[in-house]
Every structure is written in C-alpha cells, then in structure tokens.
C-alpha cells in the first residue's frame, strides 16, 4: 500500500513523465528528425532510420516509467520474443502506453495511429516521418485507406502494428474487433501475429484518469501468442477477426495461455465451401 505523500509523489512523477514526452516528441518532430533526413538516403532508408531513433526516444520513456516506480516493463526483454520482418501485429490495448512499449521493443515497425495524431502538432511530422499509417477517423484499422497502406509497408518488409479495437479495451473487457490487420494479412499473405497485454493493477485505462494513482506499482505484460495464418481460414478476414476476438475473450476470462485456440475448424470449412474470401 501507498500513503499519501508517495501517492502525491508519483502523481507528480507522471505528470512528468507525459511533459517528458511530448517535450521529447516536439523536439523529434521540428529538430532531430529534419536534420536526421538532410543526410540523405533512400525514402525507405530514412523512415527507417527514423523509427530507430524514435523507438530509442520511446525506450528512454519507459526507462523512466520504470525507475521512477511508476509502470513496470522493460522494452528490451521483450523484443527477443518478437519476430521481424513481414508480420501483422495485433493486440487488445488496455493502457494509454500499448503503442510505445511495443514500438520500445520492435522499433522497426509501423503503426496504424488515428487521424487527429497525424494532423497535431507534436506528433503529426513524427509519425509521417517513421511512416505510419493514418487511420483516419472512427473507422480506424478499418477504413478504406489503411489496407493498402498495411499491404505497402509489408511488401517492403516492414511489420505493421493494429489494434483492432480501434481504441482502449474496456477495464477488464473487449471492444469489437475491426477487420483491417486480418484483411491486411490476408491480401498481403503474411502471418497475424498476437500479443496479448495485460497491466496489473489497471492504470492510464480508457474509464481511468491519468491522475489515479493505483496502489502497487503496475506491472506491464506483453505475451507473444501462437501466429495466426491466413490460409487456415481460407483468407477469410471477418472469420479471423471473430475468432482472434473470441481466443483474447478466453484469455481475459481466465483461461490458462496454453488454451489460446482462435481457429475454429467448423468455421473454415463452411467459408470454404463458400468460396473463400466474404466480401
């Protein structure tokens, strides 16, 4: 337990910690990242170049969560579990901190990010600079223009990063699933890869405020589940969606990861008898 003081303290640390980033982004945006592509290269080579410094800048962050006792996780003991190259990441999204403690940990990847992101101040250059993707507006990881930017930067062997909530998980639940990763996935052939997040207790969750201060530190988990493959489910996107939901249902009621079973055979094998792919 906590007493006042420490909880007035760590009030005070992540008040910090959100000035400590945007302060970092504001000056990766207008500085760092305009100087870093006078020196030439390729467009791919810059953007390239760009997420690695970024992705260290989102390290530093979460150094400082972590020392500071205010979020436990560490990027670096994670991204030998992540595999690169061309695979879709998709994971359920319980803290405001999801995004950079997976970019942290596999910081060559590419990020579908809501459109009000790209057009701010802070973030906007920054994120068209590591080239992401713009989700758009409500439709996020869902609308017209995401697939074939997904299918883009997978041709050019760079992982793409989905929540297909297209916001913060409920406390302790789960939104709908959108069906742009699988879509993604499927027009790509490339392998769905699932994380699973948990933060115990919840802190920085969609219903709480940045201020809440819980009463043990919060410890930031991150499980790499079993690929999913496309072909399994005859290229079918929604079937995916639907049944990636249902497995992370079975995870958040408590069964143990070993169960973690998205594909549902019976579901295949009707879609395939339909011909594929739904429209």
Known sequence: MITRLTQLARLLLTTGGFLFFYVGAVLLS???LPLLRRRGGTPAERSALSRRLVGAGFRLFHDYLRVMQL???DPRELAPRLPPGKFVFVANHPTLVDVTALIAAQVDTTCVVK???FRSAALGRLLRYCWHIDGGGSRLAGGDGVVPAGVQRLAAGVPV?????????PEGGLRSFK????????RAEATV???????SPAVLAKEAPWYRVPPTVPRLQVIVLPRMDPTSWQGDSRAMAKDARAGYLRLLAGEELGQW??????????TSQTGGRKP
Do not use: Y
């Open 179 to 186: 069906r742009g990763a699988f879509e993604i996935a499927c």
């Open 193 to 199: 890869v699932p994380l699973f997040i948990t933060c």
């Open 71 to 73: 979020v436990r996780f």
């Open 161 to 169: 990063l989905i929540f297909p909530e297209g916001s913060r998980s």
């Open 261 to 270: 079973q998205p594909t549902q055979p019976a579901r295949r094998d009707d």
């Open 30 to 32: 207008w500085l760092l």
């Open 115 to 117: 459109g009000r992101l």
